[in-house]
C-alpha cells in the first residue's frame, strides 16, 4: 500500500513539472508575440549612450546597399509600380505582331501639333527615323510609332518639360494604351532623387531609355540607349581615336577622371570620394564643387584645393593620354563620359551600380568595359593595374568598333534601337550576337539576306572559310546590238574563256527590246538576258540569276584579257569584302571650294576602283537595294551616272579600307564606239561635274567621307621581270 500510494505521488509530480514546462513556453511565446504586435521592433544596436550618438543611419538604409538618398530598393519598386502598371509586359504579352505580317516592319512618327515644341536632340530622332528604310506616312501600314510629342526630358523643372502628356496621348485614337508604341526618354525624374518618374502613363509602350535601372528594365522589351548630348551629330559622327595599334597600349596616364562634384544629393557619395585615389603621378581624379548658382553657400573644406587642382589639367588631354577613364554615376546612372571615353579609346571603367548598359540585349560590354562598384572605389587602381597589354589592347580596339558601329550619331543610336526591335518581331530572321559584336557591326549585317555567318563576305576569315572558286559575269548594255564587232561581243569570247567563270548576264538597259539569243555568239556557259527596266541603279539590284558568290561587273565596252581576269579573280578570292578591279578614281579635298573633288588622273593614290571592270561579293547588290535610301538610287537613275561611285562608298563604309587596284596594261583604254557615245553618259557634257556633285551628295548622306586612300597594287610574280614570258602564268598580261 505505501509503494503505490509512493507512485501514485512521484506520477502526479511528474505530470505537474510537465505541464508546468511546456506550459510556461507556450505562455511566453504568447507574450513574445503579442508584444511583437504591439510594440515596435527595438532597433540594433541599443547603446547605453544612445542619446548622446549622431543617428547616421537609419535600420533601413543598413538593411540595403542602395544609395542612401535614393531610397530602398522596395521603395523604388513601389514607385516604378505607381508609374508603370505594365511592369510585366513583354513582346508575347503587349505587342501586336498582327501589324507587322502584312507591310513588314515600317514605323509611323505622328504628325506634329501646332505650338508643339520640340528639342534639337528629339528632333534628330524624328529626323533619323524620317529618313530610314522603315518609315511610312501611313499609320495603316505601320508596325511601330512613335510619338511626335518631345518625352526626352521628364524633369519638371527643365525649359524643354512638356506638360500634359497624359491628357494628350489619351485622345489619340491610335494610342490603344501604348501597344506598339515606342517612347524615347533621356532624362527622368527630378531633384533630389531623379526617380524614374516619366510625368505619363506608358502603358504597354516599349520604352527606349537613358539610365536604365536593371531591376526596372523589362528584357526582350525595352531597349536601354546611351545618354547623348544636343550637339551629338546627326549623322556619320567622329571617327574612333585609336589610328594605330600601339604597342604596348598603355598611355601615359593610368587612369583618369575630371568632372563635378555633388556636395549633397544623390551621386554625391561616389563623386565625393574620388579624391582617395588621386596619386598626381599615373592616376588622375580630379573633381570640381565650382558648378550652379549657388555652389559657394554649399562648399566645404576641400573645394577651393580641389578647383585649384581642377584647373590644372585639360580635359581632351587626359582623355588622349588616359587608358583608363572613370565614369561614374552622376544625378543619373548615365553620363556623357561614357561616349566620349569609348570614342577616345580610353577604357570605360563604370562606378554606377545597377545600370543597365546601352543595348545590352546585344553587345558584349565584358569585353569592351570594367564594371566596378561604388562601394570598392579604393579596389579600382590595383584592378586596372593588374590587367596586361594584351587584354588592355583588345578592350581599346572593341571600343572603337562599338563607338564607330552604334554610338558615333544620332542615327546609328535610333537605327540600332529599331533593328533590336525588329529582331525581336521577325525573331525567326534575326542577328545572332556574333553579328552584333563584329565588323562591320549589325546596322550593315542584313538578316533578310541570309543569318549564316559563312554567306557574307567579311566573316570568311575568322570563320575559316574559303570563297567560291566561281563567278558570274554581269555586262551593262546601254547601246544596241547592230554589228558582230562590236566590243560587247569580243568581250563575251574573252570573259567566257575564263576556267572560273559559271555564267555571264547581259543586264539590258538599252532603248531598244533586247536581241533574241540567236543574235549573240555561242559561248561555252550560260548566257541570260535580263531587262535592267532602263535604270541604272539596276546595275546593283540582286538579280536572283546571280548563283556565285562573285561578280565580276563590266561595261559592255569594256577591253580586257582572259587573263587579266583570272588574275583579278584570284586576287579577289583573297579580299572578297574588298571591290578589285582595274580602272582607278580619286577623290580630293578642295579647300579653297570647301567641297569634295574628283579627278580621274592616273597617279600612285587612288581611292575609288570604278566597276566598269571589277570583282566584289553578291552581298553588296543585296546592301545597295536594301541598305541606301531611296533618294541616292533615285539620284544614280536621274543622272544615269555616278552608280560606281555609290558602290564604292557602300564598299569602303563596311570595310573601313580602300579597294584593291591590280595589274593594268598600259595598252588598257575604256573604248568608246559611236553607238555607245550617242546612249551612254560620256556624252554628257555635264558628267564629270555630275559626278563631283554625287560625291557631295554621298557624303552627306553617310555623314563623313567613308573613301580611303590607297597607293596598294597587286601584280603577278614575276610581272615586268627580266624572265622569259613562256615561263610566266599570265602570259598575255605582258604581250603588245
Not at 251 to 259: S, T
Not at 472 to 495: D, F, G, R, Y
Amino acid at each position: 500500500m505505501q509503494a503505490r500510494k509512493k507512485y501514485i505521488l512521484i506520477a502526479f509530480c511528474a505530470s505537474w513539472l510537465l505541464v508546468f514546462y511546456f506550459g510556461g513556453v507556450q505562455i511566453r511565446l504568447l507574450k513574445l508575440l503579442s508584444r511583437k504586435k504591439n510594440e515596435e521592433t527595438r532597433q540594433w544596436p541599443l547603446w547605453v549612450d544612445r542619446h548622446l550618438l549622431m543617428g547616421y543611419a537609419h535600420l533601413e538604409e543598413l538593411q540595403n546597399d542602395s544609395d542612401p538618398h535614393q531610397g530602398s530598393s522596395k521603395s523604388r519598386r513601389e514607385t516604378w509600380s505607381n508609374i508603370y502598371k505594365n511592369s510585366r509586359c513583354r513582346m508575347d504579352t503587349c505587342f501586336d505582331f498582327s501589324k507587322c505580317e502584312t507591310h513588314g516592319f515600317r514605323v509611323y512618327v505622328y504628325p506634329p501639333e501646332k505650338g508643339d515644341r520640340v528639342s534639337e536632340s528629339y528632333q534628330k530622332i524624328i529626323n533619323s527615323i524620317a529618313e530610314s528604310r522603315y518609315y511610312t506616312v501611313n499609320p495603316q501600314e505601320a508596325c511601330l510609332f512613335v510619338l511626335n510629342i518631345d518625352t526626352l526630358d521628364r524633369d519638371q523643372l527643365s525649359a524643354q518639360y512638356v506638360p500634359n502628356v497624359n491628357e494628350r496621348i489619351r485622345g489619340y485614337p491610335l494610342w490603344n494604351d501604348g501597344r506598339n508604341h515606342l517612347i524615347f526618354n533621356l532624362y527622368s525624374g527630378t531633384w533630389p532623387n531623379y526617380t524614374e518618374d516619366l510625368g505619363f502613363d506608358i502603358g504597354q509602350a516599349i520604352l527606349a531609355k537613358a539610365s536604365f535601372y536593371v531591376e526596372h528594365f523589362r528584357p526582350g522589351f525595352d531597349v536601354s540607349i546611351p545618354l547623348f548630348s544636343k550637339e551629338h551629330p546627326q549623322k556619320g559622327g567622329e571617327r574612333g581615336w585609336l589610328v594605330r595599334n600601339n604597342v604596348p597600349p598603355r598611355r601615359k596616364y593610368l587612369l583618369m577622371f575630371k568632372g563635378k562634384r555633388y556636395l549633397t544629393g544623390i551621386g554625391s557619395d561616389t563623386r565625393n570620394a574620388l579624391h582617395h585615389i588621386h596619386n598626381g603621378k599615373d592616376i588622375i581624379s580630379l573633381t570640381t564643387c565650382k558648378h550652379g548658382k549657388d555652389w559657394e553657400k554649399h562648399k566645404d573644406a576641400r573645394c577651393d584645393r580641389d578647383n585649384q587642382e581642377y584647373d590644372r589639367f585639360d580635359y581632351q588631354e587626359l582623355l588622349h593620354n588616359s587608358t583608363f577613364c572613370l565614369v561614374p554615376r552622376g544625378r543619373r546612372l548615365g553620363s556623357f563620359r561614357f561616349l566620349e571615353s569609348l570614342q577616345a579609346a580610353c577604357i570605360p571603367v563604370l562606378l554606377s551600380n545597377g545600370w543597365e548598359l546601352p543595348f545590352s540585349d546585344v553587345i558584349y560590354w565584358s569585353q569592351a568595359v570594367i564594371e566596378g562598384d561604388e562601394r570598392l572605389l579604393l579596389q579600382v587602381p590595383s584592378t586596372v593595374r593588374s590587367i596586361g597589354n594584351d587584354k588592355i589592347l583588345a578592350f581599346r580596339q572593341r571600343t572603337q568598333l562599338l563607338w564607330e558601329a552604334y554610338f558615333s550619331s544620332v542615327d546609328k543610336i535610333v537605327l540600332t534601337t529599331l533593328e533590336i526591335i525588329k529582331d525581336r518581331v521577325f525573331s525567326h530572321v534575326s542577328r545572332n550576337k556574333l553579328m552584333w559584336n563584329a565588323l562591320p557591326g549589325g546596322l550593315l549585317v542584313l538578316p533578310e539576306y541570309s543569318t549564316h555567318l559563312g554567306h557574307f563576305p567579311f566573316y570568311y576569315l575568322s570563320q575559316g572559310i574559303s570563297p567560291g572558286q566561281e563567278f558570274t559575269a554581269v555586262i551593262h548594255a546601254v547601246s544596241p546590238l547592230v554589228s558582230q564587232s562590236q566590243p560587247i561581243m569580243k568581250l563575251l569570247q574573252v570573259i567566257s574563256k575564263s576556267k572560273y567563270c559559271s555564267q555571264i548576264i547581259i543586264l539590258w538597259n538599252c532603248q531598244k527590246p533586247p536581241p533574241p539569243r540567236n543574235k549573240w555568239p555561242p559561248t561555252p556557259v550560260p548566257l541570260t538576258i535580263v531587262d535592267g527596266k532602263k535604270k541604272t541603279s539596276s546595275r546593283f539590284l540582286p538579280h536572283s540569276a546571280i548563283e556565285t558568290e562573285a561578280i565580276l561587273s563590266l561595261d559592255e565596252d569594256t577591253v580586257l584579257l582572259t587573263s587579266e581576269v583570272n588574275f583579278a579573280f584570284m586576287v579577289w578570292r583573297s579580299f572578297p569584302d574588298r571591290i578589285v578591279g582595274y580602272p582607278p578614281r580619286s577623290h580630293f579635298w578642295d579647300n579653297s571650294k570647301q567641297v569634295w573633288g574628283y579627278t580621274s588622273k592616273w597617279t600612285n593614290e587612288y581611292s575609288i576602283v570604278l566597276t566598269g571592270a571589277a570583282f566584289y561579293h553578291r552581298y553588296y547588290h543585296h546592301l545597295f537595294t536594301h541598305y541606301l535610301p531611296n533618294t541616292l538610287r533615285a539620284l544614280v537613275d536621274q543622272t544615269a551616272n555616278c552608280e560606281d561611285i555609290l558602290m564604292n562608298f557602300l564598299v569602303s563604309a563596311v570595310t573601313r579600307l580602300p579597294p584593291i587596284k591590280v595589274t593594268q596594261r598600259k595598252q588598257y583604254k575604256e573604248v568608246q564606239t559611236p553607238q555607245a557615245m550617242k546612249s551612254t553618259h560620256w556624252a554628257n557634257p555635264d558628267h564629270f561635274s555630275q559626278r563631283q556633285d554625287c560625291i557631295n551628295a554621298f557624303a552627306r548622306w553617310f555623314g563623313s567621307m567613308p573613301l580611303t586612300h590607297s597607293q596598294f597594287r597587286l601584280d603577278p610574280v614575276l610581272f615586268k621581270d627580266q624572265v622569259s614570258v613562256l615561263r610566266k602564268k599570265y602570259k598575255d598580261l605582258e604581250r603588245p
